[in-house]
């Protein structure tokens, strides 16, 4: 019954375009969601406007102020601080005081509203990160946030997944340094590849990957 | 339509010197083909069938509602706590995975062993096989929690730097029922592929055309064709032979790997698997004998079909029996008191009557098949196997929920007690279940025509008395 059948004759040569789709349409897609969904993709590079156009490459780099200066206790808590106001006018109501750039700083300080940051490294929620822990036993700034002092605007460069975490975690020593360089962002180990070691036998640092290390 | 039986027709002689004819007589190549297209071409299905799939679809529907509660509600909806965090969930897997291995027993294992009886059932009971393991499926699933990060159970490169614990046996769970599900399917639908070319051609509409056509996959019945089909059924069968025996034992590690009292038993996996193949033809037996009078394929699937699948429930119901006495016997054995323990709350502990119907339903009920009578009568046959069925699920009910409830220490002991959520769902599985098997039987070829011919006198040339 040939006339019965409801398929044109060229559909035979169209099976092994067909079959060519099917083998390749997977292996596009898996890439594209590989690819296409990592945090690489969609979370570096992130940088938001804020609501002041304040400069680290400015004050970091070209005035060499100490990261310290302003987010105090990143060595004592788990939050790094977001300096209030009164930081910003210790040195602008004496420099620049004039400035219109300024001007909404002053009114912050007047009228008692903080400035509204917009937050650029943002965990989830359900993950506990302590700067003290990892400030204080020789993880510089720069490890994960980058050449800061080179950036007008704050982005972020890692990728901050959780895979990301435990490349560190399982494998610490590459990204140890002194106590006394942990800010310097331009600081590297140089030709003494001993030194991670040295550190982490010094700070005795065996960092845990356990889930509840993170997810508390 | 009612079938044309022959009643004085008897294929159940089990005389070994004459080979015992596998249809009704007068069977040819275009009655067989025009008995199994009538139940797919004919334009209304019988009444039953919509007052069947009428109900399915509502439990069906209550399953599904009931889905959509568990997940935006929490799985607090189910009567699962500590210590029972297994329960309705697991048992319900477990039972239908079971069920879900009669399908590729019949067809692969018997194929391999040339066991011709296999053609007129092979393919209900692989459809079967797979209805029964997307509902397993789901159970697990669901039982998760958090079903939007289902794709967690899978090992694949992430960007949390994370895979699956492969020491543990839920992974191994994972892997061997997605296997099976896909090798089943697979089987399943190549065994098919002649059937829907001849579904193809016989159809009338355009739509019907179009769809059979489709899957037929441009079949024409060629030598070439026959040559390639048969070869990629053997490997098929050659595939899907370990995996019958392979994905019960992997389910039974899932408790076995555990020290819990009541699972720590090396005898898990072949006791599973011949629970598996037990419950599975039992299930087989429940749907083929309303079926085949349903749609009238009383000449295809005869009483012969339905005593043999009733010789295996006869055998490995026995096994399952052996499994219940060394259970307990080793339990004695081992000199450990929480074993023994384990063993004594089941029989006379709070859920004893689980115990007690499991003991009755899976091996006093099926030792009524010593009787010829019970193994050839069709409804005497569906009492038993039903109550079968009800005997494997409280088998797994006894072994996960009654061990959990009582472990080692009195003041964590717990009774658990089922929500109507859990009870609505395991209804509604079975809606899904029937759901699947109605629309199979009104749509799919439910008996493998080309198989059948292949094992009538005729194809052997029997006829002509070379």
């Known amino acids: ?216 | 339509m009612s079938s044309v039986a022959f009643p004085a027709f008897d294929n159940t002689s089990d005389d070994p010197t004459v080979r015992a004819p596998l249809t009704t007589p007068g069977q040819n190549f275009q009655t067989i083909t025009e008995t199994v297209c009538r139940v797919v071409e004919r334009p209304r299905p019988p009444l039953g069938w919509y007052i069947a799939f009428a109900i399915a679809v509502a439990w069906t529907g209550v399953f599904f509602l009931l889905v959509v509660y568990l997940v935006s509600t929490g799985i607090g909806v189910w009567g699962n706590n500590v210590p029972v965090a297994w329960a309705f969930d697991i048992v319900n897997f477990v039972f239908w995975i079971g069920i879900g291995h009669a399908g590729t027993l019949i067809s692969a294992i018997l194929f391999l062993f040339r066991q011709k009886w296999r053609t007129s059932i092979n393919r209900a009971a692989e459809a079967m096989t797979i209805f029964a393991v997307i509902c397993a499926g789901l159970f697990p699933a669901l039982h998760v929690g958090r079903v939007w990060v289902e794709y967690w159970l899978f090992p694949y490169p992430n960007q949390m730097g994370m895979w699956p614990n492969f020491r543990s046996p839920l992974v191994w769970d994972v892997v061997a029922v997605s296997t099976y599900g896909t090798v089943s399917l697979l089987f399943w639908y190549l065994g098919m592929i002649p059937d829907l070319a001849t579904l193809r051609d016989r159809a009338t509409g355009t739509v019907r055309k179009l769809l059979y056509g489709l899957f037929a996959l441009g079949w024409r019945g060629s030598a070439r064709q026959w040559h390639r089909y048969e070869r990629a059924y053997l490997l098929l069968a050659a595939l899907s032979t370990p995996l019958v025996l392979s994905v019960h034992s992997v389910v039974s590690t899932d408790f076995a790997v555990a020290q819990l009292p009541g699972w720590h038993v090396t005898l898990f996996p072949p006791y599973f698997v011949a629970g598996a193949i037990f419950s599975g033809f039992a299930m087989v037996v429940t749907l083929m004998v309303p079926a085949r009078a349903f749609f009238g394929l009383k000449d295809l699937i005869t009483i012969r079909h339905l005593e043999n699948m009733n010789k295996f429930i006869l055998a490995t119901g026995c096994m399952v029996g052996y499994a219940y006495a060394l259970e307990v016997f080793a339990s004695w054995y081992s000199g450990n008191q929480y074993e023994w323990f384990a063993m004594v709350n089941r029989a006379v502990g709070p859920y004893a009557w689980c115990y007690w119907t499991m003991v009755f339903c899976n091996v006093v009920v099926p030792q009524l098949f010593w009787f010829k009578s019970w193994r050839t009568s069709p409804w005497r046959m569906v009492l038993v196997a039903v109550l079968v069925n009800v005997g494997m699920w409280m088998e797994r009910f006894v072994i996960i929920v009654v061990s959990l409830s009582r472990d080692f220490l009195p003041s964590s002991w717990e009774i658990y007690k089922p929500t109507w959520v859990d009870l609505g769902m395991l209804a509604g599985s079975f809606g899904l279940f029937f759901t699947l098997f109605l629309l199979f039987c009104r749509y799919l070829p439910m008996v493998a025509m080309a198989e059948v011919k292949a094992v009538l006198p005729a194809a052997h040339g029997s006829g002509h008395r070379h």
């Open chain 1, 1 to 216: 019954m040939k006339d019965s059948y409801p398929f044109p004759p060229w559909i035979d040569r169209a099976r092994p375009l067909a079959g060519a789709v099917l083998a390749v349409v997977p292996v596009y897609l898996i890439a594209l969601l590989y690819y296409g969904g990592s945090p690489r993709t969609t979370d570096v590079g992130y940088e938001p406007v804020q609501p002041i156009p304040y400069s680290h490459a400015v004050h970091a780099g070209v005035l060499g102020i100490d990261c310290r200066y302003c987010h105090t206790n990143v060595e004592t808590s788990a939050h790094a601080l977001v300096p209030p106001t009164q930081t910003c006018l210790n040195c602008h109501n004496q420099i620049a005081a004039d400035s219109p750039k300024i001007l909404p700083i002053k009114e912050s300080a007047a009228s008692g509203q903080p400035i509204r940051w917009v937050r650029v490294h943002d965990l989830p929620d359900y993950v506990y990160f302590d700067h003290s822990a990892h400030v204080s036993r020789g993880v510089g700034c720069v490890s994960c946030h980058g050449r800061v002092d080179r950036m007008e605007r704050v982005q972020q460069v890692e990728r901050l997944s959780m895979g990301w975490c435990l490349e560190c975690h399982r494998n610490p020593e590459p990204h140890l340094r002194p106590q006394a360089f942990i800010t310097r962002m331009d600081w590297t180990p140089g030709a003494d590849t001993s030194i991670g070691a040295k550190i982490r036998k010094q700070n005795n640092i065996n960092p845990s990957t356990d889930c509840s290390t993170c997810h508390r």
